[in-house]
């Protein structure tokens, strides 16, 4: 199989969305007085998670826009009526936080770096072209991807096959010569592979690969397993 590209995801991928997203809503809940500084912080954090995935389904589903989808996620945290201007600017108090702690995975750059020559790069992301596109740029990345492809302008997500599809079309390759590489082990790489891509699963955080999916546990993994994808070699890498 010879792979040309490759591409990539962000959220939790190249970027620590989870990281930013904890300590920013943590110091944003902080602020607005709404975190009890004697009790754990776990269950403050499963509601805004379980909002966030639910507002974040209906913007993938194409029943809401972005800046919807976050007024949503404040009203649904809150749980109280709010206008849209009320509500754009609680999150956006929020999103202050959250961009602060932005950043790169330590193995991102060191990973980019060795794979600059070999192959080219895309961006695959299901969140919006504005966002990722100003992301990547503050990250310092963005002049390492030939093209961002995100699902509100593609009026597709991952893991449909035209997402896939799309992206691979940008970049004028056939999909079984393309990676994808992502977090996610369904969205990600099960769906790059329903395509017609290679998939990669990305898991940062240790859990256990069902038979068939080429798994790494860090980017520091992905040379190996390319080589694993050339050679038809089945086994996981090392």
Same mark, same amino acid.
């Given at each position: #199989?010879?792979?040309? &590209?490759?591409?990539?995801?962000?959220?939790? /991928?190249? $970027?620590?969305?989870? *990281? &930013? =997203?904890? /300590?920013?809503?943590?110091?944003?809940?902080?602020?607005?007085?709404? @975190?009890?500084?004697?009790?754990?912080?776990?269950?403050?954090?499963?509601?805004?998670?379980?909002? #966030?995935?639910?507002?974040?389904?209906?913007?993938? &589903?194409?029943?809401?826009?972005?800046?919807?989808?976050?007024?949503?996620?404040?009203?649904?945290?809150?749980?109280?009526?709010? %206008?849209?201007? +009320?509500?754009?600017?609680? $999150?956006?108090?929020?999103?202050?936080?959250?961009?602060?702690?932005?950043?790169? $995975?330590?193995?991102?750059?060191?990973?980019?770096?060795?794979?600059? =020559?070999?192959?080219?790069? *895309?961006?695959?992301?299901?969140s919006s072209a504005h966002n990722q596109e100003r992301k990547l740029r503050r990250l310092g990345i963005r002049d390492r991807f030939e093209v961002l492809l995100c699902a509100d302008e593609l009026g597709c997500a991952k893991p449909a096959p +035209?997402? $896939?599809?799309?992206?691979?079309?940008? #970049?004028? !390759?056939?999909?079984?010569?393309?990676?994808?590489?992502?977090?996610? !082990? /369904? /969205?990600?790489?099960?769906?790059?592979?329903?395509?017609?891509? &290679?998939?990669?699963?990305?898991?940062?955080?240790?859990?256990?690969?069902?038979? *068939?999916? @080429?798994?790494?546990?860090?980017?520091?993994?992905?040379?190996?397993?390319?080589?694993?994808? !050339? %050679?038809?070699?089945?086994?996981?890498?090392?």
């Amino acid at each position: #199989m010879a792979i040309r &590209a490759i591409l990539w995801d962000v959220d939790d /991928t190249l $970027f620590d969305y989870t *990281g &930013a =997203d904890r /300590t920013g809503v943590l110091r944003h809940l902080a602020e607005e007085g709404l @975190l009890d500084g004697d009790a754990s912080p776990a269950p403050v954090l499963e509601r805004w998670q379980a909002v #966030m995935e639910e507002q974040f389904a209906l913007f993938l &589903a194409g029943e809401l826009g972005f800046h919807d989808h976050r007024r949503g996620r404040a009203r649904g945290f809150l749980g109280i009526e709010m %206008s849209d201007a +009320e509500a754009d600017a609680w $999150f956006n108090r929020y999103i202050a936080h959250y961009e602060a702690a932005w950043c790169l $995975f330590p193995d991102v750059l060191p990973a980019l770096d060795a794979l600059r =020559d070999g192959y080219r790069h *895309g961006v695959l992301s299901n969140s919006s072209a504005h966002n990722q596109e100003r992301k990547l740029r503050r990250l310092g990345i963005r002049d390492r991807f030939e093209v961002l492809l995100c699902a509100d302008e593609l009026g597709c997500a991952k893991p449909a096959p +035209e997402a $896939f599809l799309a992206a691979c079309a940008a #970049m004028d !390759l056939p999909p079984h010569e393309v990676v994808y590489v992502g977090d996610q !082990l /369904t /969205t990600d790489a099960q769906g790059a592979v329903a395509a017609g891509l &290679a998939g990669v699963w990305l898991d940062r955080r240790g859990q256990d690969a069902p038979e *068939g999916v @080429l798994c790494i546990k860090g980017l520091h993994e992905l040379q190996q397993a390319l080589r694993t994808l !050339l %050679s038809h070699e089945p086994r996981q890498p090392h």
